[in-house]
């Protein structure tokens, strides 16, 4: 039997879906930025995502605030993250082009 409630885990799985939708259309919108792993993690979220959707009903208060904080750490850290790499892309790409406007 599935029980499934509208409540804070649906909320909390549809935040983890819409950022695991951002990484894997990563790929699409900037290519220089995306990694080959990526894949794995975004499916993994997906299945995360998934689940405490499907069981979250069954979490205590104290097991719900847990997972509100692992979900905003796992988030906040995939931000910086992809912002980083995409701070060392544009980084490669300026030192690309100085080097060829040296050789000319």
């Keep these: 039997m599935i029980n499934v409630s509208f409540g804070p885990n649906i909320f909390l799985g549809i935040i983890v879906s819409i950022g695991v939708l951002i990484l894997y259309s990563l790929r699409n919108i900037k290519p220089e ?8 993690f975004a499916t993994i979220g997906f299945l995360y995502s998934c689940i405490l959707m499907v069981h979250g009903w069954r979490l205590d208060p104290i ?6 904080l692992i979900i905003i ?3 906040v850290a995939g931000w910086e ?5 995409g701070l060392i892309a544009n980084m490669t ?3 690309k082009k100085g080097e060829t406007d040296l050789s000319v």
């Design 63 to 68: 097991l719900l605030f847990s997972q509100v």
């Design 81 to 85: 993250n992809i912002r980083l790499r």
């Design 33 to 40: 930025v995306a990694r080959d792993e990526d894949i794995f």
């Design 93 to 95: 790409k300026l030192k």
């Design 73 to 75: 750490t796992v988030l």
